[in-house]
């Protein structure tokens, strides 16, 4: 396990830079390196390390979530309002709507089996995007009409939906039937989990104010342990109530990070901002090495040219529901195309849930995981390459503010 993870961290390392020399995004090369050191290709990693692969890349999502939280600036959040909230859901559906319309065309597959790839494939890969959205939101980009706010939130909850949507549309095609509370289980999910996120944070400042009132100050670097800790509980919560209820853990986790920032000292939230940051250049490494691990490129070979063009329909599908949420705002046609290409990476949800109707022995499993593949191949890249060359030339800095 200690090579595998020597591996991971200094070939990762090496293979980004020289991918940031070439002026491409870091990701690219630590894809690259999972997949080639993964057990599809030269086998490099240790089976221990694939076997918690997805509980470490959770910690990874985890870590970037908690400086999401620590970052956001609520009083921007609602300067958006209404295109947050679509963004949240309508371009997912519009994708899917993609998938239901053109798959059964292209692929050969059922309606049903058309609804099951467009959940897989729908969701956007916060591990990308909030990265991302936190530098522009530090550089002041875009800020002044809360763009990096309105994306990184609606990231933050899309997720939540298209996997909900996936468990039921599953369901249906193991040839069960969907009932109108696994669609309720939506609205739920996101406000328990942020209400949960709440408590916990409120919980969690009113402890670090005793202990500085009783002259028993906790160093930032412990707060930071313990903000790490109580979310992993706080994703503990979600899998424990899963068959009793359904409450979003990752929300839980962003919903404590925002209380602590709007109740601390402004300095202490930037510090522990600064904490989750450092801990984030090891967390990124893994997170998509581990995310590369996971691909079994061999699936590529065997989707052919209606895949990438299933997929590209899909995006385009997704586009439109991405303008829709942009109607009756003030973007310029330049910022909506931001929001756009902001919109189009996948990579953390692909990996984790693309296996899963093969493993549940689905007809359709290899041809969903075959284009959930190909998906984060052309996605992942395209979308950092994307937000990183036009962020600059098409949103505005809001430094002097």
Known sequence: MLLSLAIVFLVGLSVSAIVQQLKLPRIIGMLAVGIITGPYVLDLLDPSILGI??????????????????????????????????????????EILGYLCFAPILLNVSKIEAAVMGAVLSAVSPAVVVPRMLKLIEEKRGTNKSI???????????????????????????????????????????????????????????????????QHKIRNSTKALILLATAFVLMSVETALKTHISVSGLLAVVAMACVIKIK????????????????????????FVLVGAAVDIRYTLTAGISAIIMIFIALAFRAIGVCFCMIGTNLSLKERLFCIIAYLPKATV????????????????????????LAILITAPLGAIGIDATSRAWLSSNKSD
């Open 53 to 94: 692969s997805s509980e470490l890349r959770q910690i990874a999502l985890i870590i970037i979530l908690i400086k999401a939280g620590l970052s956001l600036d609520l009083s921007d959040l609602k300067k958006v309002g209404r295109p947050a909230v679509m963004m949240s859901f309508v371009p997912a559906c519009f």
């Open 148 to 214: 990096p706010q309105m994306i990184l939130a609606g990231a933050s909850c899309d997720d939540i939906f298209v996997i909900v949507l996936f468990s039921t549309f599953v369901t249906m095609a193991q040839g069960g039937s969907a009932q109108i509370t696994d669609f309720l289980n939506i609205p739920i999910s996101i406000i328990l989990g942020i209400a949960l996120g709440i408590i916990t944070g409120a919980v969690l400042f009113i402890l670090f104010e005793k202990c500085y009132q009783t």
């Open 264 to 287: 601390t000292d402004k300095s202490v939230s930037e510090r522990l901002s600064q904490k989750f940051g450092k801990l984030w250049i090891a967390a990124e490494i893994m997170l």
């Open 350 to 373: 692909q990996a984790a849930i693309g296996s899963v109707p093969l493993s549940l022995g689905l007809p359709c499993g290899k041809i969903i995981l075959s284009v959930a593949v």
